[in-house]
């Protein structure tokens, strides 16, 4: 859809099935959820969570992005947003963390 085309013409033009498709994308499939799953443990392990500074930080960078003003864009976002933003700053501390606690031999 992205590149214009529907799916149908896609299996058309590279003589492929919907089989193949998730054949050919299972294997990184599994790893991002494995890797998200183990993510998940590491944070819920070592208590990681956002801090609302730094959730407003995120917000005030996205503000910054779109030109707007802070309060401007703070009374627009939804629930989901907000967890979007919380996501961002988790992660981040998470991969901190790992860099912090990890040597590469």
Do not use: C
Not at 44 to 62: F, G, L, Q, R, T
Not at 64 to 82: G, I, M, W, Y
Not at 87 to 93: C, D, M, R, Y
């Amino acid at each position: 859809m992205y590149q214009g085309i529907s799916i149908e013409d896609y299996f058309k033009y590279t003589n492929s099935t919907m089989e193949d498709l998730r054949t050919s994308h299972k294997d990184r499939a599994q790893k991002a959820v494995l890797t998200r799953l183990v993510f998940e443990q590491i944070v819920k392990a070592e208590k990681i969570k956002a801090d609302k500074k730094s959730v407003n930080a995120k917000i005030k960078e996205y503000a910054a992005q779109l030109n707007k003003d802070v309060k401007e864009v703070e009374a627009t976002l939804s629930p989901d947003h907000k967890a979007y933003f919380e996501n961002q700053v988790i992660t981040e501390k998470l991969l901190a963390f790992l860099k912090a606690e990890n040597t590469i031999a």
